[in-house]
């Protein structure tokens, strides 16, 4: 069965303290795998698509990168404007209209 | 551009009661999904409209859930004689061309603010 894990649950960091999150996933196989970021009361924004292994995308101060077992979502010198709850998505061989969601990494910025 | 957007924001009803959530998607896009989140989980799948009709309703919990999208546009999901447990947030979101249709990146999902629903 497919499934997306994501770890920690929350994570508490100091403005400046570098981090990572992780997104493991166990599928068929991958045709994708997306990072949202999602704020209180919103609904989640897209951040990153990964297709294949060793990918990297980077956004100011994130970078998603990809393996066959699992992403990592790296965040370098965060502000407490990137507190929120980071979402990681998969869309797998075995499905082909849903994304299997996993259930997210909340993560305090403290100034 | 116009993103998603979702009616009403927020909606308190009492059990027993009918609601609809609607959902406008954002211009041209062909793909309309349907989730529902609570709180500290992601997203559940309910259904997926490719065009005006429902691709995958595989999600959708029993058979008061119901969604339509007549015109391939704005789609309502209408959840007959509520319960507690339906309440949560009804996301909606909207793709340029479905997962299992599109090229890369055609088949990013955009989020809408969500419904806030809460059955008293």
């Known amino acids: 069965e497919d499934q997306v894990t994501q770890s920690p649950e929350a994570l508490r960091l100091q403005e400046g303290e570098s981090s990572s999150l992780n997104c493991s996933y166990t599928v068929s196989g991958l045709r994708g795998l997306f990072w949202y970021r999602q704020d209180p009361g919103k609904g989640p924004e897209f951040l990153f698509t990964?297709?294949?292994?060793?990918e990297e995308k980077e956004k100011e101060r994130l970078k998603a990168t990809l393996t066959k077992k699992e992403s990592f979502l790296h965040i370098t010198a965060p502000k407490p404007e990137d507190s929120a709850t980071y979402l990681c998505?998969?869309?797998?061989?075995?499905?082909?209209?849903?994304?299997?969601w996993g259930a997210g990494t909340k993560l305090i910025i403290k100034p | 551009g116009a993103g998603v957007s979702q009616t009403p924001s927020n909606k308190v009803t009492e059990k027993g009661k009918y609601v609809e959530l609607r959902c406008d998607p954002i211009?041209?896009?062909?793909?309309l999904y349907w989730y529902r989140q609570s709180l500290g989980q992601g997203p559940e799948f309910l259904i997926y409209f490719q065009g005006t009709g429902a691709a995958d309703d595989s999600g959708l919990p029993n058979d008061r859930f119901f969604a339509v999208r007549p015109e391939g546009s704005v789609s309502t999901l209408k959840i007959q004689r509520t319960e507690r447990g339906d309440s949560a947030v009804y996301l909606c979101?909207?793709?340029?061309?479905?997962?299992?249709?599109?090229?890369?990146?055609?088949?990013?999902?955009?989020f809408g603010p969500g419904t806030r629903l809460l059955v008293l």
């Open positions: 211009s041209g896009h062909t793909a």
């Open positions: 998505a998969v869309h797998s061989l075995n499905s082909n209209y849903q994304l299997i």
């Open positions: 990964l297709y294949s292994a060793g």
């Open positions: 979101a909207s793709s340029l061309k479905p997962l299992h249709l599109s090229g890369r990146g055609e088949e990013t999902q955009y």
